[in-house]
């Protein structure tokens, strides 16, 4: 074996990491591209040349790191809605050991940070909707993703703990209504709530919807 021979694999993997790389910074800088171009022109507005010329890229390059200005989509929203967490079930850990009204009104300071970092691609994907059926679907799945959230939040309230003749199905399916983001929509951009108020209220309006008077109360005293 010859030393260029010896070298071959150390070299091959170098480029491998340095192409890795070259291909995420692709990816982020298409990802910060469209939260630039969807939120100025929409997602029907918005052209793929508009999308690659903003990140510094050639269409087809964008195709190879996306796959579709759909997928592109898809990456903006799921980046807005995951924050630091990478499932329904990481963002649940952070209500480990909570008790009721403790939960809910960390879930309600969830829904406020995630409002404020979606609130965008939601409209995006709800005007999208209306007009793509793949993106319909999209929206579907991103719902039940937030269902699947509320649930995991959710199941660590004891039963006893809900509202008179609340069942636990019911509960879920309550405070992912309540905290939908049209809900959002409307006390924030229509109504002018700030994000605290926002928080706020949706924290009084879960404990109210889902929480029996004694466990609220208790819990306040904790």
Do not use: C
């Amino acid at each position: 074996m010859t030393v260029d021979q010896a070298g071959e694999p150390k070299r091959r993997s170098r480029q491998k990491r340095v192409g890795d790389a070259l291909r995420r910074d692709t990816r982020d800088r298409l990802l910060e591209a469209a939260a630039e171009e969807f939120a100025a022109h929409g997602y029907a507005g918005t052209t793929v040349t508009r999308l690659a010329a903003a990140a510094g890229v050639s269409v087809p390059t964008l195709y190879l790191a996306w796959g579709s200005k759909r997928e592109l989509l898809r990456g903006y929203m799921e980046k807005a809605l995951s924050g630091t967490a990478s499932s329904p079930e990481d963002a649940a850990s952070r209500f480990a050991g909570m008790p009721p009204r403790e939960r809910l009104a960390e879930l309600a300071d969830l829904v406020a940070e995630v409002a404020e970092r979606a609130a965008t691609g939601w409209r995006l994907y709800r005007d999208a909707a209306a007009v793509d059926p793949g993106i319909a679907a999209d929206w579907n799945e991103l719902q039940l993703l937030r269902h699947r959230l509320f649930a995991r939040v959710l199941d660590g309230i004891p039963e006893a703990a809900l509202a008179d003749g609340l069942t636990r199905e019911a509960a879920i399916d309550t405070a992912w209504t309540i905290a939908s983001p049209d809900t959002y929509d409307l006390l924030v951009r229509r109504l002018g709530y700030e994000r605290d108020d926002f928080r706020d209220w949706m924290r009084r309006t879960l404990t109210a919807a889902i929480l029996a008077p004694a466990a609220g109360a208790d819990t306040t005293r904790a």
